[in-house]
């Protein structure tokens, strides 16, 4: 006879004190009387991670965001302990771990200053339902302390005060604040009294983080589910931070080809061809630039993923060589549902061979999206991953597409309460097999990155480019992004730089949005608008549902057309910058937009700046983001910058009101800095580069540029087949210096570069390259400030 059928409720559990030390070269394993095991290992002197289980057993120590690359090492590691704590040192840091519950607190290894310390520190709720744990964590804010990062969430830069929700969500429609949406990047970076450091919360079941929201001086994140398992990442500058952290979980396997960085085209859906056709020739007739084209759902027979219909796209391979050789790549959308039919190929053989995702009791997991009724792979096999990227053989090696789009990989199902599968389907998890409760957050990850081997194993010898709309931390090491169903707003517009800062500050840089708003339909203005923003993310690209009207370059009038091209041109000028900036991402994990408070953490004014970015290193820009407006009152950081269209010299520091009607956008440019840019193509490779453009800005003091080129796609660069030059600019009252550094193998096509001289507080009288004089008239200066001159030189004076 049963008497008592009710658990016992016990609420939060403690760890209790310390009873057992252990150390194994750099991991420390700590166990309390009530059998809680925290493990630190050091990973760097900077990056520490915590690991606790409540069982004394830990889990396979298995993730799909930590990448094998990840630096390691450490300069000093010491373990000491007092009467309350063990004390762990490194060259960074000190460690505290107090005996009597484990709670940590963390200093600066050089000043002794508490960077972050715990509140109630670890703790868990038994979970009756699930089973296991939902594990806790809270800290105590410091005085003045602000939050960032978290990947793409649309509200303001700065979290503090807010909670969110980390669930990867299909969310058509967002709005601002609405959470969560298409990704989850447990990441966010704090700054107090001048010094940054970063957590990153390794978790994929549902988790949550709240910014002094609940309790006003206290931070916390904590999961339903998995383990409390978190890395620290110290400063104190938050540039190494987001560095550290972009280190940790992967920087892009390859760079770009150059063309995915030109302006792309999108719509759902262009078809059938003769409408394609007629799109690319518009923008050929017009000479706006353009890159890609792309083909959303309507190109696949019944919306059957590797199929075209035969009715619009009877010679799809004929139809993608007759676009690149008018200079376009085409682009497919492949979505995760595979349609149930089994005079269809593809589900047959996923049958066949059992790699659909099963519910617990068995039977397939079956949802609804585009083609109907459909089973779902289960990217978390390894296996799986191999089947999904060898189906790519066709559209890419015979039928010569460019790249792929993977979209509804959140995953999203129609007509369901949540919109994505059910908690109880299984998961083959890389071999430690789960619930979707664990596998939700990183199955859209791992679609993109079976993708990726796919295009990368059928495009070589050209570098592969996928883009997708749901991701987890480290997704960045295999595809570019964009913010999802976004809006034709103006706050949308606002939401979307937003969103692309943010999530540059998360580790993941090939970022984009909707240009225009993928809903409803923008006037001109805000087209326009859209576009000037557009061209400084690193993903530029115009969608729309086309449920509302046309979305291209020329349907708002020939103003609004002449205002797109001038922009688009100018990314395509300053698309060896770009590039540069993109080098810097993917070899040192340094972002390609800076959002003010990650320029510079030290002026406590960009703590609260949304609007203003800096775009790679020396370049700042400010979007319009309002109806009528002839200009905007924006905040210029400190230093001395100068203005883009004018060459005026603004003095940072402050708030200034900058001139901008519809066919200009607020730009500055960094005092000192040497921007590199081509000449205006229709797409990239129409020209061979003849000559090398440079603007240099005139400052009194040094400043250092860059400029990385190589074949452009392709992998010699890897074998040192690439140009960095370095440039150092000293400037005095009377002279300019300018020296140059090469290094790399491969030779660019151009002989000559041509400085445009800005800003030059004197009239140059004397030229010197390399210590030689040479006649004014032999570098083409008719007194425009103008010069050309070898690209082989190390030194070159300019003497008033």
Known sequence: MILNTELEYKGNLFPSKIIKYEKNLNVLSFTTANGVVLEVTVRRDSILRFRFTTTGIFENDFSYAITKYASRGYNHLEVTEDDKNYIITTSKLICNISKLDLRTSIFDAKDKTLICEDELGFHWEESYEHGGDVVKMSKTAQAGESYFGLGDKPVDNNLKGKRFENWVTDSYAYGRDTD?????????????????????????????????????????????????????????DMSDVVVNYTDLTGKPHEMPALWTLGYHQCKWSYYPESNVKEITSKFRELEIPCDAIYLDIDYMEGFRCFTWSKEYFPDPKRMVKELADDGFKTIVIIDPGIKIDMDYSVFKEGLDKDYFCKRADGPYMKGKVWPGECYFPDFTNPEVREWWSNLFKEL????????????????????????????????????????????????????????????????????????????????QRYTSSWTGDNIATWDHLTIANLQAQRMCMSGFSFIGSDIGGFAEQPNGELYARWIQLGIFHPFCRTHSSGDHGDQEPWAFGKTITDVVRKFIEIRYQLLPYLYTAFWRYAEDGVPILKSLVLYDQEDTQTHYRNDEFIFGEKILACPVTGPNQKGRRMYIPRGQWYNYWTDEVVIGGQEVWVDADLDSMPIFVKEGAIIPKYPIQQYVGEKTINELLLDVYYAEGKEESMVYEDATDGYDYIKGRYSLRNFKLSGKKKELIIQQ??????????????????????????VEVDNVEIPLKDLKLKGDDTLVLTKEFNELHIIG
């Open 180 to 236: 969560p949406i298409y990704k989850a990047i447990p990441f966010y970076t704090a700054l107090h009294n001048k010094k940054s450091y970063g957590i990153f919360f390794d978790n994929t079941f549902r988790s949550f983080f709240d910014f002094c929201s609940e309790r006003r001086n206290i931070t916390s994140f904590w999961a339903h589910g998995g383990e409390m398992n978190y890395y620290f990442i110290y400063g104190p």
């Open 396 to 475: 890419v090696e015979d039928i010569g597409v460019k790249g792929v789009w993977n979209d509804m990989n959140e995953p999203a199902v129609m007509d369901v309460p949540g919109k994505t599968f059910p908690n109880d389907v299984r998961h083959d998890y890389d071999g430690n097999q789960c619930s979707h409760r664990k596998a939700h957050n990183i199955y859209g990850m791992q679609m993109a990155r079976a993708t990726y081997q796919g295009l990368k194993k059928f495009s070589y010898p050209k570098r592969p480019f996928v883009i997708t709309r749901a991701a987890y931390s480290g997704t």
């Open 741 to 766: 550094h090469k290094s790399g193998k491969f030779v660019t096509t151009y002989k000559t570069f041509k400085l445009n001289l800005h800003g030059l507080p004197f009239k140059i009288s004397k």
